[in-house]
């Protein structure tokens, strides 16, 4: 089993839906982050989290450590948000563990 | 403001080949790091570095070296190609271990 999971693997939503990817992880973390990688490939980092909420634009991620559980929301979804989605933490000063990524393809 | 600049972003090489990959940040980051990315995995870490001189293996060290002679720079080498070498390559640097990351654009290599 990952020490970090993520669901769904791969989401298809329509344009303007609300969009929820999920991340579980079994190891103590002290931060928690969620990037996003375009078909082009590169890597961009999104949000970096050790507790609470943050919004930024249309985009909400939110971690709940006793139940070490994060969640990234999308608001109104364009076509442009189509990525994979990666969420990673940080389980020591050094080292990140990474999700498998969800692939979300959202149709105009 | 470059951010993370790595190069080549592809190629090609052949069995038993040598290659540097080359990997600059502008940001005075401190830490440095070099990742995998296969198919169906997480990315995995094969080396990284807290500061200029030094120098650490992550998960998947085999195969790879590198080194850390000024703050900006961090060059990954393959020292003997392997085809299981074939796969993405990602630099990234944050302020310290646990900052926020930047990435450098992938480097989509094959070994045939």
């Known amino acids: 089993k990952n020490e970090v999971e993520q669901s769904p693997q791969n989401l298809t939503a329509q344009e303007g839906e609300f969009i929820t990817i999920n991340c579980s992880y079994s190891?103590?973390?002290?931060?928690l982050h969620w990037l996003q990688q375009h078909p082009g490939g590169g890597i961009v980092s999104l949000f970096m989290?050790?507790?609470g909420k943050k919004k930024h634009g249309r985009l909400i991620a939110t971690i709940n450590i006793q139940e070490k559980h994060s969640s990234l929301h999308i608001t109104a979804s364009h076509p442009r948000d189509s990525a994979v989605y990666i969420c990673?933490?940080?389980?020591?000063?050094?080292?990140?563990?990474f999700g498998t990524g969800t692939r979300l393809k959202v149709l105009a | 403001n470059a951010g993370v600049t790595q190069t080549p972003k592809f190629q090609v090489l052949k069995t038993g080949q040598s290659m540097t990959l080359q990997c600059a940040q502008d940001?005075?980051?401190?830490?440095m790091s070099w990742y995998r990315q296969d198919p169906g995995m997480g990315l995995r870490l094969i080396h990284y570095s807290v500061g200029a001189g030094i120098t650490d293996q992550g998960e998947v060290p085999n195969g790879y070296n590198v080194s850390r002679s000024t703050t900006e720079d961090f060059p990954l080498r393959l020292l003997s190609a392997a085809p299981s070498q074939t796969s993405v390559y990602f630099c990234a640097s944050s302020y310290t271990g646990t900052a926020e990351a930047f990435f450098g654009q992938g480097t989509r290599l094959t070994v045939v």
């Open positions: 990673a933490v940080n389980s020591g000063t050094y080292k990140y563990i």
């Open positions: 190891v103590g973390i002290s931060a």
């Open positions: 940001m005075n980051h401190e830490y």
């Open positions: 989290l050790s507790s």
